[in-house]
């Protein structure tokens, strides 16, 4: 029988402790469901006018080491196309990390008869620019990857009620073997955008590394926009597959311009900054008379 004296038995246990391996702590989770308990696909999760926060994927599971550096008492907003946002305190979603979202009612859209037909039309910058691109890489970035929630939009002028058949971005440079983004249509309201008006999320993909326009089919949407008014289309940063730990590029083709607006933000929830350019997404559409 082996015997130790009690203070040889205190010190191999503090040696098995110093030099045991230690255990990776596993990383806090959250999770966005439907109240039926349905992963809600690509949510975001963002603190109110803060460069905080991320996106949920395709089962609904977001880190909660993104609100790392929030304090308890921020806000955070969840939400989704088709949901009604929830607000809650960072020290309640930490409690309580499992948040449902209740679908916003769907209303049926006014039948309008047009006595002519329609013309096709283009809205938005269907030019692209041979020398300059915007980038979803910073250089105030850490780390690579770290784009989820990233938003690019265009300021855009409906003069007529539309129907929108397509939508186009020009991929100038990629270092990804695919990008998902989120298209979202926002209304705008003194110079900012606002609501969303879509009814129905529209993810897309940007597979390959190739240089030049990419066209998303939006006729199963049957996306319809009145006339008069000012909107800002963006695209949002979902997920994203490289082959190499240090890819970074993922620009859009722009124009620098005092006379067009591109606005961005980091995360869902953060204020839009302007600059002055014309970055080259846009739709056809079918144009209607007033």
């Known amino acids: 029988m082996l015997y130790l004296r009690p203070w040889l038995a205190c010190l191999f246990v503090f040696l098995l402790f110093i030099f045991s391996p230690a255990r990776a702590q596993p990383t806090p989770t959250g999770r966005i469901t439907t109240s039926a308990g349905t992963p809600i696909a690509y949510a975001s999760a963002g603190v109110k006018g803060k460069p905080l926060g991320t996106i949920a994927d395709a089962d609904g599971t977001f880190s909660l080491s993104a609100f790392a550096p929030a304090a308890a008492t921020d806000t955070v907003v969840v939400s989704c196309v088709g949901y009604q946002p929830r607000r809650m305190l960072l020290s ?46 910073t250089a105030k970035d850490t780390v690579p990857h770290d784009r989820l929630g990233r938003e690019v939009g265009l300021l855009m002028k409906v003069k007529r009620p539309v129907r929108l058949e397509s939508f186009h971005l020009f991929v100038f440079n990629s270092d990804f073997s695919f990008v998902k983004f989120r298209l979202t249509i926002y209304a705008v309201a003194n110079g900012q955008p606002q609501a969303p008006l879509l009814q129905k999320d529209v993810i897309f993909e940007v597979a390959g590394r190739q240089h030049g326009w990419r066209e998303v089919d939006l006729r199963p949407y049957a996306i319809e ?52 350019a014309n970055t080259s997404l846009y739709f056809t559409a079918l144009a209607y008379p007033e």
Do not use: C
């Not at 049926?108 to 039309?121: A, G």
């Not at 926009?225 to 082959?243: E, P």
């Not at 730990?245 to 933000?265: A, C, D, E, V």
């Open 225 to 276: 926009l009145a006339g008069s008014q000012d909107v800002v289309a963006s695209v949002q940063w979902l997920q994203s597959q490289n082959d190499q730990p240090t890819s970074k590029y993922f620009g859009i083709s722009t124009h620098l311009s005092p006379f067009h607006s591109t606005f961005l933000r980091d995360k869902s929830q953060e204020s839009w900054q302007r600059m002055g």
């Open 92 to 137: 309640q979603l930490r409690q309580q990390p499992v948040v449902q979202l209740l679908p916003i009612a769907t209303q049926l859209q006014e039948v309008v008869v047009h006595s002519k037909p329609p013309k096709r039309t283009i809205l938005g910058h269907n030019g692209w620019s041979l020398f300059t691109s915007l980038n979803f890489y």
